[in-house]
């Protein structure tokens, strides 16, 4: 069992920047493929950025690309998302998601089925 816990939300103003962290308890996260989605009030839940196991490879939602830089640290459990040139409707609970299954990252990895844990998620409130 994995419990992932993020943290690094909170209120910013549009075009400031943050960095969200999800940090994992009882494993090392080298073994998953790991990923942040995030979900605003009355809309479902979104892809917002993911990366294979080794860390090489990533890819994110149209609406953050650019912006958005998800990297991660095996050695530490952790993984981050530094978020920048924010825009009021990045405001969501942004949740840490890692996926234990064998798949080949590039599978799916933008679907929330494809993942095993959760976070309980983190409040990002962007200001205009």
């Known amino acids: 069992q994995v419990q992932l816990v993020e943290s690094g939300g909170g209120l910013v103003q549009a075009g400031g920047s943050l960095r969200l962290s999800c940090a994992a308890s009882?494993?090392?996260?080298?073994?998953?493929?790991m990923a942040w989605f995030r979900q605003a009030p009355g809309k479902e839940r979104e892809f917002v950025a993911g990366i294979s196991r080794s860390g090489s490879s990533t890819g994110y939602g149209d609406s953050v690309k650019g912006r958005f830089t998800i990297s991660r640290d095996n050695a530490k459990t952790t993984v981050y998302l530094q978020m920048s040139s924010l825009k009021p409707e990045d405001t969501a609970v942004y949740y840490c998601?890692?996926?234990?299954?064998?798949?080949?990252?590039?599978?799916?990895?933008?679907?929330?089925?494809?993942?095993?844990?959760w976070g309980q998620g983190t409040q990002v409130t962007v200001s205009s």
């Open positions: 009882g494993r090392t996260l080298s073994n998953y493929v």
């Open positions: 998601a890692a996926d234990r299954s064998t798949l080949n990252w590039g599978v799916n990895y933008r679907y929330s089925s494809r993942y095993d844990y």
